[in-house]
């Protein structure tokens, strides 16, 4: 490889470059010359080129523009297209494997071996003015260098760092087999670090760079005259923004973002013989897209539209609606192109500049397709769903006959109206399916949380709306009922275990867990406040379904021995109690909750003072919801506490566990008959709690779980499935720091 500085012929070269290319030929027209006659497809006719609904214009040039599809999806890079203004076929450009493009704003395509412009060392050169010709490649990489950007059909700006620290900026032209450069003079001293994605204007570029290496915060952005290879002024920047800024150019304006703190600021400079410098400071909503259209600086995004601001005279003009607006470009005569909808409903590609009388010149130069209606080819929604059994998850779906658009989904439950709320975005994976994962979760009713969805009916809506706002809003509104194993604890109708605690003054107070642990930990997701009066009880029990109803429920042993129930509403509360039967103050311990026989229904267990040990059975109504008791067995006068944990160990019914005065733990595993096995030992250390609690399936692997409550602090037990070793211990923030707040929990 040859390597050739010689000025004279690389001043001639770039000079025909250019007058080749019209990047930087002739100067800025003036309105209505610019726009009075619009580029026609062809020769003869008023047609205009074809803009693809759903894409972007990325770039523009003298004979056509470059859009890209982002809703083709293949083995490749996402399409981009270049299409004439003369009404030639539009061609595909393709993206190398890992690769970017770049533009000066004119006819000459940058396809790189890196995404980011400034990291592409392989650079290949395609003139679209003339697509089938071959395209013309440079290796920076034998020069120890990087690109910049483009500046004609075979030469590009490339950056060579040197080893002592400093860098050179180098015009690189393709000659035959050999590589042409020029280093550029003129620029401020130790610059480095240049970048550029402006527009070459009357053969004139401008980049971006950092001033110095003592001071890498601060920037200049610098005009360089490529035919000379001479800097012609050097602007000062607060910062060298390579990884931040962009650069507008015009014949009459330079500009650039800056930074100051978390604001983001525009700075243009006047390029006029009194050169007048402005600061705009730019919303989150004005930085996306952004381009000088003559005197007019072109800013927005794609969900807001974009707006036209004077820069002579403080005017504004919008220029797209906000549902509209796909794509901003500038070009290298001065103006821009936008693609999307016009305030007065057109659509299509417009050309914007100055008009002769000062005011933003528009001008339509591309009809915009408009495609397949949208519409809903197949909803994917089950009817029904049993979240236990589809791992907390349900798919939902919907085929639409284009990708190109945007999809809100809510989910109702018809008996509260809780809600859940998703966006989707266009999809790009090659088909026309919008889908997502529920997890069973809806929005808190005051804040942004999410919460358990409760059990029943839902309404599921969903409306879809074509990303450029094209055609009418469709919709698609099924029903489907949720459900989930019952649990005997679950007092919200959401699946989840509700633990209640009383504290000293009586109030009793429900914390709903999650149906499904974050990240394997057992906590609260919310507390609530039940009622008072609660310490009219010696004792309370979450007992499970004792009447029919499908939520569980609770009953509390008086100070005379009355035994009453409350009713689970299945919203958190419960119904006006109900009294159940006197006599029970004989009995200091009772526990229910599981099904001790086999028969479907939640039993009692209870010892009285003399230790024997007495069964319930539950009748399943409501009226009487135990039937007369059974003696079971005699000796329990050892045990100071009783836990009936449903089936915890593989046995054939629920089991009980038993802790003595010493503090051992003993399994009693139910035989199916309301009678248990000899007792196994599963631990000591157990009297270090106040309250066992049996409280259903807390991690929801089919086993019902155990919560330990104590001064020493709360933990929770899940079930292992085997008797031999019953538990394993997980801590918990169930009741920080709340050891001895709590008289009862159940």
């Known amino acids: 490889m040859r390597f050739r500085t010689t000025p004279a012929r690389l001043a001639s070269a770039v000079t025909a470059v250019l007058a080749v290319t019209a990047l930087g030929a002739g100067t800025l027209a003036t309105a209505p010359a610019a726009f009075a006659a619009p580029v026609r497809a062809a020769a003869g006719t008023d047609a205009l080129p074809v803009f693809p609904t759903g894409a972007q214009v990325l770039a523009t040039g003298p004979s056509?523009?470059?859009?890209?599809?982002?809703?083709?999806?293949?083995?490749?890079?996402?399409?981009?297209?270049w299409t004439p203004y003369d009404g030639g076929a539009p061609t595909p450009v393709a993206v190398p494997d890992g690769g970017g493009w770049a533009s000066a704003g004119g006819d000459v395509l940058v396809l790189g071996d890196a995404p980011s412009a400034r990291d592409m060392r392989t650079v290949t050169l395609r003139h679209m003015a003339d697509p089938a010709a071959p395209g013309v490649t440079i290796d920076l990489s034998s020069l120890n260098a990087s690109y910049v950007t483009v500046l004609g059909p075979t030469s590009v700006l490339a950056q060579v760092q040197k080893g002592d620290g400093?860098?050179?900026?180098?015009?690189?032209?393709?000659?035959?087999?050999?590589?042409?450069?020029?280093?550029?003079?003129?620029?401020?001293?130790?610059?480095?670090?240049?970048?550029?994605?402006?527009?070459?204007?009357?053969?004139?570029?401008?980049?971006?760079?950092?001033?110095?290496?003592?001071?890498?915060?601060?920037?200049?952005?610098?005009?360089?005259?490529?035919?000379?290879?001479?800097?012609?002024?050097?602007?000062?920047?607060?910062?060298?923004?390579?990884?931040?800024?962009?650069?507008?150019?015009?014949?009459?304006?330079?500009?650039?973002?800056?930074?100051?703190?978390?604001?983001?600021?525009?700075?243009?400079?006047?390029?006029?013989?009194?050169?007048?410098?402005?600061?705009?400071?730019?919303?989150?909503?004005?930085?996306?897209?952004?381009?000088?259209?003559?005197?007019?600086l072109v800013l927005g995004n794609p969900t807001a539209g974009v707006r036209a601001y004077s820069l002579s005279s403080g005017d504004s003009r919008p220029v797209t609606d906000a549902a509209g607006t796909t794509g901003l470009a500038a070009a290298g005569d001065g103006t821009s192109v936008v693609s999307g909808e016009r305030p007065d409903g057109t659509r299509g590609l417009f050309r914007l500049g100055n008009a002769e009388n000062g005011d933003l010149a528009v001008t339509k130069i591309a009809d915009m397709e408009l495609g397949t209606p949208l519409a809903v080819v197949a909803s994917h929604v089950p009817a029904t769903v049993d979240l236990d059994r589809s791992g907390g998850k349900v798919a939902l779906g919907w085929t639409l006959s284009r990708p190109d658009a945007t999809v809100d989904v809510t989910l109702t439950h018809l008996a509260t109206g809780r809600a859940f709320r998703q966006h989707l975005g266009p999809v790009t994976d090659g088909t026309s399916r919008f889908s997502l994962d529920w997890a069973g979760e809806v929005f808190g009713p005051d804040t942004p949380r999410t919460d358990d969805a409760p059990n029943g009916a839902y309404t599921v809506a969903m409306e879809a709306t074509q990303v450029d706002a094209i055609g009418e809003t469709v919709r698609d509104t099924r029903r489907m009922e949720l459900s989930r194993t019952f649990n005997p604890h679950d007092y919200t109708n959401d699946g989840s275990t509700d633990l209640l605690a009383r504290d000293a003054a009586g109030v009793l107070w429900r914390d709903d867990l999650r149906d499904r642990p974050v990240n394997g930990q057992v906590k609260a997701a919310q507390r609530s406040r039940i009622g008072s009066g609660w310490n009219t009880y010696k004792q309370i029990e979450a007992v499970g379904n004792i009447g029919g109803t499908a939520h569980g429920d609770l009953v509390g042993l008086d100070g005379s021995g009355v035994l009453w129930s409350y009713a689970g509403k299945g919203d958190g509360t419960f119904a006006t109690r109900t009294r159940v039967g006197g006599g029970w103050g004989v009995y200091d311990k009772i526990t229910g909750g599981g099904d001790l026989n086999g028969d479907g229904r939640s039993d009692l267990i209870a010892t009285d003072t003399a230790g024997v040990l007495w069964l319930y059975k539950g009748t399943g109504t409501w009226s009487a919801p135990y039937a007369s008791r059974v003696r079971i067995g005699t000796g329990w006068g050892i045990y100071n506490h009783l836990t009936a944990t449903g089936n915890i160990a593989g046995a054939s019914a629920g089991d009980l566990v038993a802790r003595d005065k010493d503090g051992v733990l003993w399994l009693y595993l139910g035989k199916g008959d309301g009678t248990f096995a000899t007792r196994t030992r599963i631990g000591g250390g157990w009297n270090a709690f106040s309250q066992l609690v049996g409280a259903g399936d807390l991690d929801n692997d089919g086993r019902p779980d155990l919560v330990a409550y104590g001064a020493a602090g709360t933990?929770?037990?899940?079930?292992?499935?085997?008797?031999?070793?019953?538990?394993?211990?997980?801590t918990t923030s169930l009741y920080a720091g709340e050891g001895t707040k709590f008289t009862g929990v159940a």
């Open 715 to 730: 933990y929770v037990y899940r079930s292992t499935g085997s008797w031999r070793s019953v538990f394993t211990r997980q």
């Open 166 to 296: 400093e860098a050179e900026l180098l015009v690189v032209t393709r000659n035959g087999a050999a590589l042409d450069t020029e280093p550029v003079t003129g620029l401020p001293a130790h610059a480095q670090h240049f970048w550029s994605d402006a527009p070459i204007v009357n053969g004139q570029v401008v980049v971006g760079h950092m001033a110095s290496k003592s001071d890498p915060t601060a920037g200049g952005r610098s005009v360089i005259d490529i035919a000379s290879g001479t800097v012609l002024l050097t602007y000062r920047a607060d910062e060298g923004g390579i990884d931040f800024s962009r650069l507008l150019f015009s014949e009459s304006y330079v500009g650039w973002y800056e930074r100051a703190g978390t604001a983001i600021t525009l700075t243009t400079v006047s390029r006029g013989q009194d050169p007048t410098r402005t600061t705009k400071t730019l919303s989150a909503a004005e930085t996306d897209l952004i381009a000088l259209a003559g005197d007019w």
């Open 64 to 81: 056509g523009f470059l859009t890209h599809d982002r809703f083709v999806s293949g083995a490749g890079a996402p399409a981009l297209l």
